[in-house]
């Protein structure tokens, strides 16, 4: 072994020579203490030119890049691509592209002792094809959130080198996503296949790091095994035991660096003003009314000015009359022409009152706003003139993101996966996670080995701020909201989310990890994870949204298009809190993802494990309904028997 790493050192000659790659292929098949992969990461493990004992520079933090020679980046860059050269010329190179992902990617610090341009040297970079071997060699592993103990090494002490291997992956694919112009969102160079592979790699990453990398705290503080560390010759050892003892270490600030790069402002809107389809196609989806848009409208207008409380009282004492009457046969027909005869003298008062008032000119207050005087003297219809002033705001407001997106064909996946890897930084990040507001299955104490279920119990102010881009920087609401009606595989998966009898998972145990197999065509919980996104954003708006703009502009949803996110969120929340957890059996085999095939054993539904996304779902669903109804309280966004079920109260 020394006398390979020592002839590694050494290589000087040119790299496409076949003499030294005819040696050395004899060594990537060789077994695992002369494999050439196991050997690379061994010189670059400690390649900081310090003392061989250390794995970070001591003085990284100050010198960054520099604290590595320029001699040793030539050398190890040299001894990178001998590695690819050789990987490249033997059959089988998937298998050794995934073990470049476990050994290699997990180096700290790789993305500075091999220089970006090496890593990343064309616009199709091999470390991309070595993410989708690695994926789809441990799909089921990754699927279950497994992932740390996939990429776990013990060559590297804990205690020396305070990052562990999932922090430092997680660093390194972040820092080459950056570089590479086509994941990067750099317009001319754009691939939308090559960047949905990224972030749905990306997002099983953030699902399992540690929850200090995004913490506002000045040092972050990790609870990890303090197992025996292995000798040098021994990086095959065995995990340790789940009965290890666990101790504090503070993560290295210099990693946590390097994966923050993915909350920059710019990063996040160039990402997601690339990502987001053509604003005429989200119009024409939004404007589109049907039966029930009209019946809703003409309910609302039925009840005139009415206060919120007026009504919701007086639908109150209608349902009471009628549980009362609708206990015999001949009561409910005598109900019935009662309240026909009631409901004509109602309109016909109301009708009068509104002659009166019109002729007395009363409620003609000016207002300075040229659409609101228009609408007060009656030149001009609601749909005619605000519809037509919102559409042409939104379709000026995002000219810059149609031609962006025009880089290449368009692919929604794209949106997906970008939607999947952020919406685990608001769910474990965003404070909602950590939160059970059914509070009937206590969350458990300790989590699964699978990871994800760690979550901050107060929202970081990087999330904020990643809230502040994608809601104000971005058309990001109606790009979702349209697509969550239109797109079969999105809107197909929430009928499972909000439906019991489709899915029999809980809301609260939902988790947003991909499928890497992607055998039947599921998407990964796509549904609720748009949905979950969509909703975080609206209730961030809404916070400067006036009613002027909800009523008048559309803004940020035409009405109708609210009234059916009231819909839906009502479902929602009704399974959450009144259905979930009500059945004795569930399959045992529903993982969160795609419904069981031909599973014969069942399990209490109060045993599945709460997960930190669930539990965010349900938190921004409530709290944007909460937001939602505030707003029809002041002045009524729907009827009010629209906020409840039929028969709820029965």
Request: proline share 5%; with cysteine.
């Amino acid at each position: 072994i020394q006398t390979v790493t020592s002839f590694l050192h050494s290589v000087l000659l040119p790299l496409h020579s076949s003499e030294v790659t005819t040696f050395c292929k004899t060594l990537v098949l060789g077994q695992n203490e002369f494999n050439l992969i196991l050997l690379l990461r061994r010189v670059l493990v400690k390649y900081t030119g310090t003392s061989s004992d250390s794995y970070l520079p001591p003085n990284a933090e100050d010198l960054r890049e520099k604290s590595i020679s320029t001699k040793d980046k030539e050398r190890a860059t040299l001894l990178w691509n001998l590695v690819l050269s050789v990987i490249d010329s033997t059959p089988h190179k998937e298998v050794y592209y995934a073990q470049m992902v476990k050994d290699i990617f997990t180096i700290p610090l790789l993305t500075w002792k091999i220089p970006l341009t090496s890593l990343v040297s064309s616009s199709s970079p091999k470390f991309l094809s070595m993410i989708s071997s690695f994926t789809s060699q441990n799909a089921t592993l990754l699927e279950r959130g497994e992932i740390v103990q996939v990429v776990e090494q013990y060559d590297v002490p804990i205690t020396v080198c305070p990052a562990p291997p999932i922090l430092c992956l997680t660093a390194n694919v972040v820092q080459m996503g950056r570089f590479c112009g086509c994941v990067g969102g750099t317009a001319g160079e754009f691939d939308f296949s090559a960047a949905t592979i990224y972030f749905s790699f990306l997002s099983i990453l953030l699902d399992v790091i540690p929850l200090g990398t995004f913490s506002s705290r000045q040092n972050a503080v990790e609870w990890v095994p303090s197992h025996t560390t292995p000798s040098t010759n021994d990086s095959t050892q065995k995990q340790p035991t789940s009965s290890a003892h666990y101790a504090p270490i503070v993560l290295s600030p210099i990693i946590l660096d390097q994966c923050r790069i993915l909350l920059l402002d710019s990063y996040i809107r160039q990402l997601f003003s690339t990502a987001i389809m053509p604003s005429s196609d989200i119009n024409k989806i939004l404007i589109t009314k049907n039966e029930v848009d009209v019946k809703h409208e003409k309910d609302l207008q039925g009840v005139g000015g009415s206060s919120a409380s007026a009504l919701a009282a007086k639908e109150a004492m209608v349902d009471r009359s009628k549980s009362f009457w609708q206990r015999s046969a001949w009561a409910k027909q005598i109900s019935k022409k009662v309240s026909s005869l009631l409901s004509g003298d109602a309109s016909s008062k109301s009708s009068d009152t509104t002659a009166t008032t019109e002729k007395k000119g009363g409620g003609q207050l000016m207002n300075t706003s040229s659409i609101s005087r228009s609408l007060a003297h009656g030149k001009g219809g609601y749909n005619s003139i605000t519809t037509k002033t919102m559409l042409d705001k939104l379709s000026f407001a995002s000219s810059d993101n149609t031609k962006q997106s025009a880089v290449s064909s368009y692919n929604v996946q794209f949106l997906f996966a970008l939607c999947r890897s952020y919406s685990v930084i608001l769910a474990r990040w965003g404070g909602g996670g950590k939160e059970d507001i059914v509070n009937r299955v206590s969350p458990s104490s300790k989590r699964s080995s699978g990871g994800g279920g760690d979550a901050s119990s107060k929202p970081e102010p990087c999330v904020l701020s990643l809230l502040n881009v994608i809601c104000f920087g971005t058309n990001i609401v109606p790009a979702l909201w349209s697509i969550i009606q239109s797109d079969p595989r999105v809107y197909g998966d929430l009928y499972g989310v909000i439906d019991s009898e489709k899915r029999d998972l809980p809301i609260r145990s939902l988790h947003c990890r991909p499928r890497c197999n992607n055998k039947n065509g599921d998407n990964g919980n796509i549904g609720a994870i748009l949905l979950f996104m969509f909703v975080s954003c609206l209730s961030h708006i809404l916070i400067i949204t006036d009613d002027v703009e909800i009523f008048d502009m559309d803004k940020p949803l035409p009405m109708h298009q609210i009234r059916r996110c009231i819909l839906l969120l009502k479902k929602l929340l009704y399974r959450a809190c009144c259905v979930d957890d009500t059945k004795r059996l569930i399959p045992s085999s529903t993982d969160g993802n795609e419904e069981p095939s031909g599973a014969t054993t069942t399990t209490s539904s109060h045993q599945l494990e709460s997960h930190s996304f669930g539990l965010a779902l349900i938190t921004a669903s409530s709290k944007t309904m909460r937001d939602l109804y505030d707003r029809s309280s002041r002045r009524p966004l729907c009827v009010p028997k629209l906020w409840l079920f039929g028969d709820f109260l029965e």
